[in-house]
T-cell receptor, first 117, second 114 residues
Framework: AQSVAQPEDQVNVAEGNPLTVKCTYSVSGNPYLFWYVQYPNRGLQFLLKYITGDNLVKGSYGFEAEFNKSQTSFHLKKPSALVSDSALYFCAVRDGMIKAAGNKLTFGGGTRVLVKP | EAGVAQSPRYKIIEKRQSVAFWCNPISGHATLYWYQQILGQGPKLLIQFQNNGVVDDSQLPKDRFSAERLKGVDSTLKIQPAKLEDSAVYLC????????????FGEGSRLTVL
């Protein structure tokens, strides 16, 4: 079974400081990894994904994430946080070895990010 | 490009009543998902469709939940009878063909069961 852990319920950071949201995963085959953001009363919005290739992937709104196979981690980062980055962030994993039709996306419990002015 | 449409956005019912949610995915997206998101938790997959066939419904409480996607486009999720613990946001998502694509989510339908 595949799973995702986000060890921090909430991350507080001052505006302009670097932001890191942690994620570790467990999957049998090749991990396809995703980050989503959720603003209040809205659906989830895709930020970035890792499928293969360079371990550092860049996404929307200045976010990036680093895939670390040995640590089974996929931490989300932003060099300089904005107040508008305050939201709920979800990490998700899919098993790339399972054919597309039967391949489900499993989400972590989410991390609330609060960026203070 | 139009996004994933869901309705209603909000619904309040009493326990043992029934409710239905509707989803229209992005045009051409073969895969459709219903997720349940309880307050403070991550989304949990209820059911996954590939065109009009069910791929995964292992976490769907089939004694009270049902879903269909008859023509491979729109989908309906029904709860009958509702329980207090069904209070959650029901998210619909769709994905284009292929294994590596991301999911596109609707804004969700928030259900409150009193």
């Amino acid at each position: 079974a595949q799973s995702v852990a986000q060890p921090e319920d909430q991350v507080n950071v001052a505006e302009g400081n670097p932001l890191t949201v942690k994620c570790t995963y467990s999957v049998s085959g090749n991990p396809y990894l995703f980050w989503y953001v959720q603003y209040p009363n809205r659906g989830l919005q895709f930020l970035l994904k890792y499928i293969t290739g360079d371990n550092l992937v860049k996404g929307s709104y200045g976010f990036e994430a680093e895939f670390n196979k040995s640590q089974t981690s996929f931490h989300l980062k932003k060099p300089s946080a904005l107040v508008s980055d305050s939201a709920l962030y979800f990490c998700a994993v899919r098993d790339g070895m399972i054919k597309a039709a039967g391949n489900k996306l499993t989400f972590g419990g989410g991390t609330r990010v609060l960026v203070k002015p | 490009e139009a996004g994933v449409a869901q309705s209603p956005r909000y619904k309040i019912i009493e326990k043992r009543q029934s409710v239905a949610f509707w989803c229209n995915p992005i045009s051409g997206h073969a895969t459709l998902y219903w997720y349940q998101q309880i307050l403070g938790q991550g989304p949990k997959l209820l059911i996954q469709f590939q065109n009009n066939g069910v791929v995964d419904d292992s976490q769907l409480p089939k004694d009270r939940f049902s879903a269909e996607r008859l023509k491979g486009v729109d989908s309906t999720l029904k709860i009958q009878p509702a329980k207090l613990e069904d209070s959650a946001v029901y998210l619909c998502a769709s994905r284009a063909q292929g294994n590596t694509g991301e999911l596109f989510f609707g804004e969700g339908s928030r259900l409150t069961v009193l």
